[in-house]
């Protein structure tokens, strides 16, 4: 009854019998060099199976592209989950009206 998607909770290992947003992808900030870059960070099982993680980015929220950048490698959590980075390619004064978003789907078999 949260409005989360079970696809979505059992991807993000939230868990589907309780009420809780917490574990949804996070919007942040990251400095590189002398540059300011937008981030979107989520937790996903480390051993996925059947799922496709993508990061889409978008200037005007209709037309949406998988250009983001990874930030390092995933962080191990050490409960069988890791948590993911990635950052817009350019930097927040270039594109102020950027958003990034998490597509996650089913692979097809």
Same mark, same amino acid.
């Given at each position: 009854?949260?409005? !989360?998607?079970? %696809?979505?909770?059992?991807? %993000?290992? %939230?868990?589907?019998?309780?009420?809780?947003?917490?574990?949804?992808?996070?919007?942040?900030?990251?400095? !590189?060099?002398?540059?300011?870059?937008?981030? !979107?960070?989520?937790?996903?099982?480390?051993?996925?199976?059947?799922?496709?993680?993508?990061?889409?980015?978008?200037?005007?929220?209709?037309?949406?592209?998988?250009?983001?950048?990874?930030?390092?490698?995933?962080?191990?959590?050490?409960?069988?989950?890791?948590?993911?980075?990635?950052?817009?390619?350019?930097?927040?004064?270039?594109?102020?009206?950027?958003?990034?978003?998490?597509? !996650?789907? %089913?692979?097809?078999?």
């Amino acid at each position: 009854g949260d409005g !989360i998607a079970t %696809l979505i909770e059992f991807a %993000l290992e %939230l868990n589907p019998n309780r009420s809780d947003s917490s574990g949804l992808p996070s919007a942040d900030r990251i400095m !590189i060099g002398e540059d300011d870059y937008q981030t !979107i960070s989520f937790k996903r099982p480390q051993k996925v199976l059947g799922m496709t993680y993508q990061v889409e980015m978008s200037s005007d929220l209709q037309t949406w592209t998988p250009d983001p950048v990874a930030v390092g490698v995933p962080s191990d959590n050490g409960d069988g989950t890791e948590t993911v980075t990635y950052r817009d390619p350019d930097p927040i004064g270039q594109n102020p009206r950027r958003a990034l978003r998490l597509r !996650i789907s %089913l692979e097809n078999d």
